[in-house]
């Protein structure tokens, strides 16, 4: 009698198993859902809602927010007041630069900002704190 070898091994359950994305398995998408109605290139307007109480989500949302002139400007401003002084510390030249401002993140503050994919991805990860309006 002759044994046949199953073609899969342990009784015919994979090893491995398919990478998820960009498969469709039973009529579903497995990439990524946004829950903002924007698309990349119209500007929105972005309204924090709730007090942000992640450290990342601020750090994110900083990041988006210094895309808007009106809350990078003051920053500038200050920034270009500073006169750098060059001096000698420890046998090396060293340079003082200014403080880095960062904006306060409070809720109700409102930032208009371009929709690029990066940042319609990272509203997503912060959608919980924020309001997200397509202008």
Not at 28 to 37: F, L, R
Not at 52 to 79: C, H, Q, Y
Not at 89 to 98: E, H, N, Q, S, V
Request: glycine content about 8%; aromatic content about 6%.
């Amino acid at each position: 009698m002759q044994v046949i070898a199953e073609p899969l091994p342990l009784g015919g359950v994979w090893l491995y198993s398919p990478p998820l994305y960009g498969r469709r398995r039973g009529g579903c998408s497995w990439s990524v859902n946004m829950a903002i109605e924007a698309k990349p290139g119209q500007n929105i307007r972005v309204t924090i809602k709730k007090t942000i109480n992640r450290d990342s989500a601020r750090k994110t949302l900083w990041r988006l927010f210094m895309g808007d002139n009106a809350v990078a400007e003051p920053i500038a401003v200050r920034s270009a007041n500073f006169v750098p002084r060059p001096k000698r510390r420890g046998g090396c030249i060293w340079t003082k630069l200014p403080n880095k401002v960062h904006p306060k993140l409070d809720r109700g503050d409102v930032a208009t900002i371009n929709a690029t994919p990066q940042a319609l991805k990272d509203l997503n990860s912060v959608a919980a704190f924020v309001d997200v309006a397509v202008q």
